[in-house]
C-alpha cells in the first residue's frame, strides 16, 4: 500500500473570495474529515499537492497528514475538484481521516495481467468492462490495485466480481458484475452503394406552330 505525507495548515476563512486569495498565493483549499470530527478548513501547498496527485491512485493512497506541526493523522483523498475551464489545475481537495483499527470502504483500481488465449490464438479482442472495485478493509491491508490474471480467457470466457479474490477485504461489488471478457474477432461490414438512378433534365416540348402562324411571322 503506498503511504506519503503531506502538511498542512488550518485557517478560518472560508467562501469563495477566501479562497481564490489562497490559490493566488500559491495555496490550495482544502477540508479534513472523518473519524467522528468535526470537518476542518485547510490550506496546502498547491506544488506539493500537483506532486503528490501526479501518477497516484487517488482513491487507495494512504496520506500522513500534519495540521499545524502537530500529531499526523492517516486519511484518504476522497475527492479532487478541477478547474472546469482547465481540468489539470486543481481547486481543492477533500480527505477523510482513519484509523487503523476500523475498516474503510474505497474503490480500488483493476489492473488486468497477461494476454489472453482468445486474444492470442484467436484474434479475439479482450473487453474490461470494470475498471474499479469498491472494497471494505482495514487501512493497513488495503492494496493501491488489484490485479487478475487474464491469461487463460478464451473467446466467450468472462471474469465476474465472485472470481476475484482480494486478501484480507470483502468485495462489496454485485457478485454477477462482469469485470472483463474476451469477444469474437470484430469483422468490418461494408456498406453495398446506393446506385441513385439517372435522372435526365425534362425535355421542353413546344406546341407546334399552325400554318397560320407560320404565315403571319413570314409576313413581319
Not at 489562497?22 to 474529515?33: D, E, S
Not at 496546502?44 to 503528490?52: F, S
Not at 492470442?120 to 490495485?145: Q, S, T, Y
Amino acid at each position: 500500500m503506498p503511504q506519503t505525507s503531506l502538511a498542512a495548515a488550518s485557517r478560518t476563512a472560508t467562501g469563495k473570495g477566501a479562497a481564490r486569495a489562497l490559490r493566488r498565493a500559491g495555496k490550495l483549499p482544502a477540508v479534513i474529515y472523518g473519524h467522528q470530527r468535526q470537518a476542518q478548513a485547510l490550506a496546502l501547498d498547491a506544488t506539493a499537492v500537483e506532486r503528490l496527485l501526479h501518477g497516484m491512485s487517488s482513491a487507495a493512497t494512504m496520506i500522513d497528514v500534519t495540521v499545524d506541526d502537530r500529531e499526523p493523522v492517516k486519511a484518504l483523498i476522497r475527492e479532487v475538484q478541477r478547474d472546469p475551464v482547465r481540468p489539470g489545475a486543481v481547486i481543492h481537495l477533500d480527505l477523510y481521516e482513519v484509523r487503523g483499527d476500523e475498516k474503510i470502504t474505497v474503490e480500488v483500481p483493476v489492473r488486468l495481467i497477461g494476454v489472453p488465449d482468445g486474444v492470442r490464438n484467436f484474434a479475439g479482442v479482450l473487453d474490461h468492462l470494470l475498471h474499479k472495485l469498491e472494497i471494505e478493509v482495514f487501512p493497513g491491508d488495503m492494496p493501491d490495485h488489484i490485479e487478475i490474471d487474464v491469461t487463460a480467457l478464451g473467446i466467450g470466457h468472462v471474469i465476474f466480481v465472485r472470481d476475484v479474490s482480494v486478501p484480507n477485504a470483502e468485495l462489496l461489488d454485485d457478485p454477477d458484475q462482469p469485470v472483463c471478457t474476451v469477444v469474437p474477432p470484430r469483422t468490418e461490414t461494408t456498406e453495398t452503394p446506393v446506385v441513385e438512378a439517372e435522372t435526365t433534365e425534362p425535355e421542353l416540348i413546344r406546341k407546334p406552330k399552325d400554318e397560320g402562324e407560320e404565315a403571319e411571322v413570314a409576313e413581319e
